[in-house]
């Protein structure tokens, strides 16, 4: 196997263990034991967790800035149809993969240090891009335009989060219909802020 190829093997993996655990509770061990190869090798790619973590999270970041990149999220003739249009790609991305939302909460409970971090690396640009792009609509982006924003991701993120209890709650709704109802409350919720 190539060195690439095992890097991103052990990257998978550990998305999982940090998605499923706290970063305490990760155990490098077990990371390479699902990578199928031996802690050695795991550490000529990685010196340490807080490396192989670190690595993870900025990952995810950048999946999410690739996300962004694509300037059809934001269709729409009015701020509240390309917040709408976003939200609705935004939905799509995070659920596709779950321990993204479950890796940016655990960022938050277990990493405060981590979380200023992202705040001012990721978080801050991607609230920037995604305003400029609502104010491509001829909208003037007010502090309470921002806030929507800020809050319904916090909001989704939450949500993927915590989507297989949701499926659990809700017995014999299958996914989409779930994540479809869901879809509905942003909806309603960013209408409603945006009408303050």
């Not at 550990?14 to 802690?39: C, E, P, R, T, W």
């Not at 807080?50 to 009015?78: A, M, P, W």
């Amino acid at each position: 196997m190539k060195d690439n190829q095992t890097k991103q093997i052990i990257l998978n993996k550990a998305q999982k263990h940090f998605a499923l655990y706290n970063y305490s509770a990760v155990s490098l061990v077990h990371i390479a034991k699902d990578s199928g190869i031996a802690k050695s090798t795991l550490f000529h790619h990685f010196r340490s967790k807080e490396e192989l973590y670190t690595d993870v999270v900025d990952n995810i970041f950048l999946q999410l800035k690739d996300f962004l990149r694509d300037k059809s999220y934001f269709s729409g003739k009015n701020a509240q149809e390309r917040i709408l249009s976003f939200f609705n790609s935004f939905l799509v991305w995070l659920s596709q993969d779950p321990d993204r939302a479950k890796i940016i909460i655990r960022i938050q409970l277990d990493h405060p240090e981590h979380s200023r971090r992202l705040s001012k690396k990721y978080w801050g640009p991607i609230l920037k891009f995604i305003d400029l792009n609502v104010r491509e609509s001829n909208h003037t982006a007010s502090k309470n335009t921002r806030l929507v924003i800020l809050d319904v991701l916090n909001s989704m993120i939450h949500f993927v989060f915590s989507l297989d209890t949701h499926l659990f709650l809700f017995k014999g709704k299958s996914r989409s219909e779930v994540l479809q109802t869901y879809e509905q409350q942003v909806h309603d919720s960013v209408k409603h802020m945006l009408s303050l």
